[in-house]
């Protein structure tokens, strides 16, 4: 299974972007995926997860901001990250959340004024 985020990008502090993870396989819709992303000198964090089931879990510090959702005819895992911070720069990442599969290039987002 191959992983390919995208949608990053430089935005404005307070800007929005969306972000998209399209899986090669049909895996979407039958396990949990997460967004991480990984900040310049710093260690990997999760950002937020949705269950097969649909329920979704998002970190701290993006709550009320950022929202994972995902379109299982697609394959695709979404990340709509609102009202963005500068603190928010790093690349951005999606994989399965029990089992990870390669990593990847990740979508670089910068939040930048």
């Known amino acids: 299974v191959q992983l390919q985020a995208s949608g990053g990008g430089l935005v404005q502090p307070g800007g929005s972007l969306r972000l998209s993870c399209a899986a090669s396989?049909?895996?979407?819709?039958?396990?949990?995926m997460g967004w991480y992303r990984q900040a310049p000198g710093k260690q990997r964090e999760m950002v937020a997860t949705?269950?097969?089931?649909?329920?979704?879990n998002h970190a701290d510090s993006v709550k009320g901001r950022f929202t994972i959702s995902r379109d299982n005819a697609k394959n695709t895992v979404y990340l709509q990250m609102n009202s963005l911070k500068p603190e928010d720069t790093a690349v951005y990442y999606c994989?399965?959340?029990?089992?990870?599969?390669?990593w990847g290039q990740g979508t670089l987002v910068t939040v930048s004024s």
């Open positions: 994989n399965a959340v029990t089992k990870p599969y390669d």
């Open positions: 396989g049909s895996i979407v819709r039958f396990i949990a």
């Open positions: 949705i269950t097969k089931g649909g329920s979704t």
